[in-house]
């Protein structure tokens, strides 16, 4: 199945023709049906995309079921289980709490017990460096420490955190700060609130697990709980309106962004910077970030800050991230951001 996900990215160059703009109601028209076709080789029953461009949705799909067995079609509004895409939120507030001198980089992080080391600074947990002398290694599991930071600077718990500080000031209506939002007692939040994330958390994609023929079964999702490294709810729509507040320095201040932004140092095999994976592609800068959720979910954000150009996916099964090397900092493993780039990059 990836040989012919691979074989289709290659092809599409020859199929479209010179002279057309990204902003071309062809091409748009023409990267749909192309996103359609690598849905339906992976067997994703479900998926929801958005490109942003100069701050504004310009193209947005549901495309397949977001319920299989209810018929119900998947919509740029249908909210996902974003697994790993909850740190770019995360990494925004760390980033809000350095710019207003809550918290430095150099600080100190304590890390769970059975971690190879016993504390770990800001920096580190941002860009998952390794320990000195070993190997990059994307390891959300570390990242998490950071939810103890974010609610250190916030006086808040993380869930409050990202609802204050994100969602409510973005007007992110169909995102919720965890699946267990509304169970955990004594709640931080209004009843109102609650009545909110409630109706958007039914209305969720359901997980399914696909096999090697490509055959959906339904599954169940990782923990309900919210950490800064997994566990958020969205949608396309919203992520697009998070995307566009990072491109106009609405959250985070040009310096910062352009640290979080620039390729890190010290290690060509390292391309993971403050929260951001980031590579080079046409001579132009690529950040991105995944979410990998094993037969239950997946996503994918990748950015253009030299075009002001955002795209998002959002899947109800693992096929975004499952086949393909993303952890080792690679976009162009994915033949989904190959299509992308290849259209609009």
Known sequence: MRRALVALVFALPLAI????????????????????????????????????????IVWEAGLGQQDIEAGIPVTPDTPFYIADLTSTLSATLVLQ?????????????????????????????????????AAFRYEPARFAALTRVIEACTSDSLKEAIS??????????????????????????????????????????????VD???????????AATLDAASGMISTARDLAAFSIALDTRTLLGEDTLAAAWSPPEGTARNRFSLGWFVQVYNGQPVVWHFGYAPDASSALLIHLPARHKTLILLA??????????????????????????????
Do not use: K
Not at 317 to 335: R, V
């Open 17 to 56: 023709p010179a002279g057309l703009t990204a902003q071309s109601d062809f091409v748009t028209t023409r990267f749909e049906l192309y996103l359609d076709a690598l849905r339906t080789q992976a067997g994703i029953p479900g998926l929801s995309a958005a490109i942003v461009q100069d701050d504004r």
């Open 97 to 133: 709490c350095i710019e207003e001198g809550r918290t430095r980089l150099e600080d100190p992080v304590t890390l769970p017990a059975g971690s190879p080391a016993a504390s770990a600074t800001v920096r580190d947990l941002l860009s998952h460096s390794p320990a000195p002398g």
């Open 164 to 209: 204050r500080r994100l969602l409510d000031r973005l007007a992110m209506t169909r995102s919720v700060p965890g699946q267990d939002v509304i169970t955990i007692q004594p709640s931080d939040f209004a009843s109102d609130a609650l009545a909110t994330y409630d109706a958007v958390l039914r209305q969720m994609a359901r997980p399914y697990r």
């Open 212 to 222: 090697r023929r490509g055959r959906a079964s339904l599954s169940q999702y990782p």
């Open 316 to 345: 109800n099964s693992d096929g975004l991230a499952a086949a393909f090397p993303l952890p080792n900092g690679d976009l162009m493993a994915s033949p989904y951001a190959r299509l992308f780039l290849s259209l609009f990059g």
